[in-house]
T-cell receptor
Framework: GNSVTQMEGPVTLSEEAFLTINCTYTATGYPSLFWYVQYPGEGLQLLLKATKADDKGSNKGFEATYRKETTSFHLEKGSVQVSDSAVYFCALTNFGNEKLTFGTGTRLTIIP | NAGVTQTPKFQVLKTGQSMTLQCAQDMNHNSMYWYRQDPGMGLRLIYYSASEGTTDKGEVPNGYNVSRLNKREFSLRLESAAPSQTSVYFC?????????FGSGTRLTVV
């Protein structure tokens, strides 16, 4: 079956630091890959996505590249801000199946 | 505002009590879902409904029932609440373009 393995948290960084949150997956076929973000007290929001190998998803300065050879979809940002503090979830769906499979989430805290 | 609306936002139940979590979406999505979120475990799928009139079990369905009342509404029922059901519950709907999540229901069973 499908599974997503995410970097354990929590992660604490100083403002303007470089961010990487690792995500690897196991799935048959050609899954679509997602990063969702959850701000305190809110539901999940789609941050970015990639639907085929070598695609790069990007939004709000965050990027992730779909690497089929390493089954990875690592999230990166060059310079984080305090407002990026949130929980980040890596997730996937498989072709013809809309159900999302989530990783465990990584809590990110940015200190000024 | 278009989106997914969940009620209530907070609830405390005693062990053995029953309750229904309500969810409604106004985006004309066919698919709807109930997830629970627990620390260190991410979101796990409880039940889903691919279309009006159909429901299927997800990863953790035990202790729950669902009803897809119409295309807009998808409710989750706990018949006899247990402390292990203390969690944050999220409803979501989807189409080919992606998911929209509600803001969650924080349920505590004492």
């Amino acid at each position: 079956g499908n599974s997503v393995t995410q970097m354990e948290g929590p992660v604490t960084l100083s403002e303007e630091a470089f961010l990487t949150i690792n995500c690897t997956y196991t799935a048959t076929g050609y899954p679509s890959l997602f990063w969702y973000v959850q701000y305190p007290g809110e539901g999940l929001q789609l941050l970015l996505k990639a639907t085929k190998a070598d695609d790069k998803g990007s939004n709000k300065g965050f990027e992730a590249t779909y690497r089929k050879e390493t089954t990875s979809f690592h999230l990166e940002k060059g310079s984080v801000q305090v407002s990026d503090s949130a929980v980040y979830f890596c997730a996937l769906t498989n072709f013809g199946n809309e159900k999302l499979t989530f990783g465990t989430g990584t809590r990110l805290t940015i200190i000024p | 505002n278009a989106g997914v609306t969940q009620t209530p936002k907070f609830q405390v139940l005693k062990t053995g009590q029953s309750m229904t979590l309500q969810c409604a979406q106004d985006m004309n999505h066919n698919s709807m879902y109930w997830y629970r979120q627990d620390p260190g475990m991410g979101l796990r799928l409880i039940y889903y409904s691919a279309s009006e009139g159909t429901t299927d079990k997800g990863e953790v369905p035990n202790g729950y029932n669902v009803s897809r009342l119409n295309k807009r509404e998808f409710s989750l029922r706990l018949e006899s609440a247990a402390p292990s059901q203390t969690s944050v519950y999220f409803c979501a709907s989807s189409d080919l373009h992606g998911y929209t999540f509600g803001s969650g229901t924080r349920l505590t069973v004492v």
